[in-house]
């Protein structure tokens, strides 16, 4: 259970916010890789904290985030 907030903290709180990424911003970068993620789809898995490491890995790649800090 630690690890899945781990990615939520890497996800939702770090990146997306050091990017100035919004929900809806991230799903229509999602759409533009293939990925057909709902903003309120997005919003759930990360306020629930239920996810793949998979869509972790999307959501990087959709924002193109160069590095993470797990830290």
């Known amino acids: ?3 899945l907030r781990l990615l939520g903290h890497v996800e939702d709180q770090t990146v997306l916010k050091r990017k100035g990424v919004t929900y809806s911003q991230l799903a229509e970068k999602l759409a533009s890789i293939g990925v057909d993620e709902k903003e ?3 919003r ?3 306020s629930r904290g239920k ?6 890995l ?7 985030a160069s590095s993470i800090s797990i830290s």
Do not use: D, G, H
Request: aromatic share 14%; with cysteine.
């Open 1 to 3: 259970m630690a690890w």
């Open 40 to 42: 309120v789809s997005i």
């Open 44 to 46: 759930n898995k990360l």
């Open 51 to 56: 996810f793949t490491a998979s869509f972790v």
């Open 58 to 64: 999307q959501c990087l790649s959709a924002i193109s």
